[in-house]
């Protein structure tokens, strides 16, 4: 099992940064692929950005591409999402989210993940 924190969300003006943090506890964190998701309010929570367990595969969805990036450290323990470009419409609690990785590539469904963290949140002003 892993437990997950998330940190780094704040308030920003449109055309900003921010770089979320998720740190992990718990055995074996190399194992596990992770994710980004967001929740604007009123919305579904919505997949952002994934990578696999060794770090060498991403994905993203087509609403952050080329703007977000996200990245790992095993030895840290850590998941980042570097979130540059910011727009009003990003505005959202941002999740962390881990699951045992299998081989597969990287899964963007919100349900195949078991383990969350509390999130954080983070407000674009236009």
């Known amino acids: 099992q892993v437990q997950l924190v998330e940190s780094g969300g704040g308030l920003v003006q449109a055309e900003g940064s921010l770089r979320l943090s998720c740190a992990a506890s718990?055995?074996?964190?190399?194992?596990?692929?992770m994710g980004w998701f967001r929740q604007a309010p009123g919305k579904e929570r919505e997949f952002v950005a994934g990578?696999?367990?060794?770090?060498?595969?991403?994905s993203y969805a087509d609403s952050v591409k080329g703007r977000f990036t996200i990245s790992r450290d095993n030895a840290k323990n850590t998941v980042y999402l570097q979130m540059n470009s910011l727009k009003p419409d990003d505005t959202a609690d941002y999740y962390c989210?881990?699951?045992?990785?299998?081989?597969?590539?990287?899964?963007?469904?919100?349900?195949?993940?078991?383990?969350w963290g509390q999130g954080t949140q983070v407000t674009v002003s236009s």
């Open positions: 989210a881990a699951r045992m990785s299998v081989g597969i590539p990287v899964v963007t469904t919100r349900t195949m993940y078991p383990y």
């Open positions: 718990g055995r074996a964190f190399s194992s596990y692929d």
């Open positions: 990578i696999n367990a060794g770090g060498g595969r991403t």
